[in-house]
């Protein structure tokens, strides 16, 4: 079992950027795969980024593609989103998430462990 603590979140301007942190708790982070996912009021909860227990591997909506990357420290059970270029429309409550399935990572329902979730707010 995996515990999730996001925190870096917070109010930016539009074209600004902000680094998430996502800490684990646990032995075997280094097995998870590990998912960022966001909501935004109203809306359904969408798949952002995600990346292989081995960081060999990462995975990006289109929406955020060459503005956000993903990546993971296993030796500090940290996985990291730097989003760069925030749009109003990253708005949103951003939540990590951990899976040792093997399955589709873009698919929320593939995911067992989920954090509390930090909200980034984007002004234009």
């Known amino acids: 079992q995996v515990q999730l603590v996001e925190s870096g979140g917070g109010l930016v301007q539009a074209g600004g950027s902000l680094r998430l942190s996502c800490a684990a708790s646990g032995r075997t982070f280094s097995s998870y795969t590990m998912g960022w996912f966001r909501q935004a009021p109203g809306k359904e909860r969408e798949f952002v980024a995600a990346i292989s227990w081995s960081g060999s591997r990462t995975y990006y909506a289109d929406s955020v593609k060459g503005r956000f990357t993903i990546s993971r420290d296993n030796a500090k059970n940290t996985v990291y989103l730097q989003m760069n270029s925030l749009k109003p429309e990253d708005t949103a409550v951003y939540y990590c998430?951990?899976?040792?399935?093997?399955?589709?990572?873009?698919?929320?329902?593939?995911?067992?462990?989920w954090g509390q979730g930090t909200q980034v707010t984007v002004s234009s």
């Open positions: 998430a951990a899976t040792l399935r093997i399955g589709d990572p873009l698919r929320f329902r593939e995911y067992d462990y």
